[in-house]
Every structure is written in C-alpha cells, then in structure tokens.
C-alpha cells in the first residue's frame, strides 16, 4: 500500500460529511480519460506513511467526520489494518472502487470497515473493456454491484463521454444496474469528463468538458431507474 496524497479538508466527496481524502498509487484498469493518471501509470513521488496520516486523524478529530480512501483502485492494495486503525480513532470510512476485487469488498463490508462505497460504472457491458481500456471481468463487477445494492449508503456513478454515453447508453447501464441489485438502487450519479490536460490517452486533450445540460438530459432518461439521480458538474 503506497499512500501519495492527502487532500486534508473535503466537503463534496462524502455525502454529508466533512471529511479527508487519502489517494493510493496503483489502478488494474487503463481509463483513457482518468482524472487522476499520475496514481496510475506514474511511479509515485510524494509517500505519506501509514503513521503519518493516522497521526493527522488523530490531530483532526474535532474537525473531521469522516475518511475518503480513493486511487488509482484502491482495493488493489489496501491494508485491511489501516482502515481498523482509522476505525478505531471514531472515523467512518468512504470507498471509491472500480468494483474489480469484490471479495476484499465482501470482506471489508463484514468487517464493518467500511460505511459508504463509491463506485464507478465505465459504461454498458457491451462497452465496458473499451471504456476501461484493459480486461475486466464482468463477473467481478457484478459480484460488486450485488454487495454494494445490499449497504445502507452508497452510489453507483458514471463519468460520462458524449461521443460513448447517449441516451440508449446510459439507459443501457440503468437496466444492467436494476437487473443485477434486484430492486431500484439507491443513487446514481451522472458525472461530465472535465479536460484537465493529462490523461493516459493523449487523445482526450483535445476534449471539451460535458455541459450541465446534456448531463441532464441523460439524467432525465434514467430518473426513473434510481431513488434519486445527482448530476455533478
């Protein structure tokens, strides 16, 4: 587990709490747009220790309510202890995961280590290796959106690209995602590609950022697939 980042304040990437986001290096998939491709393809240049960031915890307890463990795809390293250490200082914890390793999630969700899951939907089955760029078990993403439609808090989201994610598209991943929970699930969230200038797939700085209005067009077509549907622009 190398831990590359701390962002030390977040009051958007755990829903409803303010909240620190610890970045981990390393990701299985080759997304050509990710927004974060220095955790990915990149050797890391800046590690925290595990004793570093649980010292900050401990020091920001008054202020922080909870804890974002994100990538890269986290679950490709992390140590189950450090999670029940941050457990232990009275955090509660949100994971972002691409939804590859469903048995270290089955884990931690038993184990109580973990309170809110995050995770991405690259497109439709048909679509999912292209958008992913590398092979991806069906299987195991299933197997994750299965534990993850049985939690109290969590959402499925979708960062989209017009010339991949139309309305068929999207509607394509609505119905994949109520057939494999079995019911409506709770949230999806409907997220725009912003062009931040790097990416693993050069091709994608020449993109335009998604508009809010064709993020709600998409997000008008699903409505009714979901409890609720968020649009983040």
Request: charged share 35%.
């Amino acid at each position: 587990m190398r831990i590359v980042g701390l962002q030390k304040t977040t009051v958007i990437d755990y829903p409803g709490k303010v909240a620190c986001v610890v970045f981990l290096w390393g990701c299985n998939f080759r997304c050509g747009f990710c927004h974060n491709p220095e955790l990915v393809v990149e050797e890391p240049r800046e590690i925290y220790s595990e004793r570093e960031v649980l010292e900050f915890l401990a020091k920001r307890k008054k202020y922080l309510d909870g804890v974002c463990i994100t990538g890269g795809e986290p679950l490709l390293t992390l140590d189950k202890e450090f999670l029940r250490k941050i457990k232990t200082l009275g955090y509660e914890i949100k994971l972002d995961t691409n939804g590859s390793f469903p048995e270290k999630l089955e884990e931690l969700i038993k184990d109580g280590l973990v309170d809110f899951v995050a995770m991405d939907i690259k497109a439709s089955k048909e679509k999912y290796e292209q958008v992913a760029g590398a092979r991806v078990s069906l299987d195991k993403i299933e197997e994750s959106i299965k534990l993850i439609g049985l939690m109290e808090n969590y959402e499925f989201r979708t960062t989209v690209l017009e010339e991949i994610h139309d309305v068929e598209e999207m509607r394509k991943i609505a119905n994949w995602l109520n057939e494999v929970v079995g019911e409506i699930p709770k949230k999806f969230c409907i997220q725009g590609f912003k062009n931040q200038g790097k990416f693993i797939d050069l091709i994608y700085k020449s993109k335009k950022d998604v508009g809010e209005d064709y993020l709600k067009i998409l997000g008008n077509a699903v409505q009714d697939s979901f409890e609720s549907v968020e649009i983040r622009v």
